[in-house]
C-alpha cells in the first residue's frame, strides 16, 4: 500500500469483491469498517410505506469517494478529515511515537499534493520513520487503523481495484485464512490475495513483518534463506545462516515468521509448511 501496508509497503491486493462486500472488521501484516457496499439492488416489495425521506447515500463509502475519484489525489486527503477517520487520526496524534512516525510520512515520504515515494524508495523512507519514531506495537497498531479506516470505510470505490496492492489489509480474515487461500502471492489466482501477503502486509502480522524488513541484516537473514530452498541442502545451509546472525537478528526473523504460519494463517495452504516454523516454541503477542 504503498499507502498501507506499509504501510506499508514493499508487497502489495484489495480484490474486486471488495467493491461488493466492503470491509468487514479485522483482525497485518498486519483489518476494519462499517458496511461500504456499492450494490445497486432496488428492492421491489409492494409495501405501502409511505416513508419520504430524502437520504441519497449511494453506498459508495462516503462523500470523499466515488467511481471518477483519484484514490490519493482526492479521497485519501479527505478522508483523513472525514468524521469516520478524524477519531482514529486524532488517537495517533495524541501518541508521541504514532505522531512522530505520521508525521515524518508526511513530511518526508509524501509531498504536500499527498503524492509518495513508490517500491524501494518508499520502504526505505518509512524504514528511516519507523527507526527514528521509535515505535512500539501499540504506537504502529494507532497508525495503521488510520490507513485502514480511509482505504476500508472511507474510499472503498477509489481504493479498491485501482489501487489493489495496497490494501490487502481490508480483506476479511475469514477469507485471507481460509483452506481454500494459497499461502503465497505466485500460486494464488489472478485477483486474489495470498495469506502469506495479507498476513505480514496490512494484515495481524504487520508489526513482525516490519520488525525484520526494517532490519537490514533480518531482511538479508530472510532474503538468504528464501535462496536455499530450492537446494538439496537448504537445511545445512540454513543452519549455517541463523549460526551467523546475532540473536537479535535471529529473533526478529522468528517473529515475523511465526506470526504468520502459527498465528495468522493457521487455516490456509500454509499450514503446509508450518511444521518448519517451531511453532510450538511461538507464544503469541495478541493473547
Not at 477509489?158 to 481454500?180: G, R, T, V, W, Y
Request: aromatic content about 10%; charged content about 30%; proline content about 2%.
Amino acid at each position: 500500500m504503498q499507502r498501507a501496508s506499509f504501510v506499508l509497503a514493499i508487497l502489495g491486493i484489495c480484490i474486486s469483491w471488495i467493491i461488493l462486500t466492503g470491509c468487514a472488521p479485522e483482525d497485518e501484516s498486519s483489518g476494519g469498517t462499517s458496511d461500504s457496499d456499492s450494490d445497486t439492488d432496488s428492492d421491489t416489495d409492494s409495501d405501502t410505506d409511505s416513508d419520504t425521506d430524502s437520504d441519497t447515500d449511494s453506498d459508495t463509502g462516503s462523500e470523499c469517494d466515488g467511481d471518477d475519484v483519484d484514490c490519493y489525489d482526492d479521497c485519501w486527503g479527505c478522508g483523513l478529515t472525514s468524521s469516520q477517520c478524524e477519531p482514529v487520526v486524532n488517537e495517533c496524534l495524541d501518541d508521541a511515537a504514532c505522531k512522530a512516525y505520521y508525521e515524518c510520512k508526511d513530511e518526508n515520504c509524501c509531498d504536500e499534493n499527498n503524492n509518495c515515494l513508490e517500491g524501494d524508495a518508499w520502504a526505505e523512507c518509512m524504514s528511516g520513520c519507523y527507526a527514528d519514531a521509535n515505535l512500539t506495537r501499540e504506537s504502529f497498531e494507532k497508525f495503521a487503523a488510520i490507513d485502514k479506516c480511509v482505504a476500508c470505510d472511507v474510499c472503498t470505490v477509489s481504493c479498491s481495484e485501482k489501487h489493489s496492492l495496497d490494501f490487502k489489509m481490508c480483506i476479511p480474515e475469514d477469507e485471507a485464512n481460509s483452506p481454500l487461500t494459497e499461502c503465497y502471492e505466485e500460486k494464488a489466482p489472478e485477483g486474489e490475495v495470498a495469506c502469506f501477503s495479507w498476513a505480514g502486509w496490512g494484515g495481524p502480522c504487520t508489526w513482525d513483518t516490519m520488525g525484520c524488513k526494517y532490519n537490514a541484516e533480518c531482511s538479508k537473514l530472510d532474503e538468504d534463506i528464501n535462496a536455499t530452498w530450492e537446494e538439496a541442502n537448504y537445511v545445512k545451509l540454513q543452519e549455517e545462516l541463523f549460526s551467523a546472525a546475532s540473536e537479535e537478528v535471529v529473533t526478529l526473523y522468528w517473529a515475523y515468521m511465526q506470526c504468520i504460519y502459527c498465528y495468522a494463517c493457521t487455516e490456509s495452504k500454509c499450514k503446509g509448511d508450518a511444521g518448519s516454523k517451531n511453532c510450538e516454541e511461538y507464544e503469541s503477542p495478541f493473547e
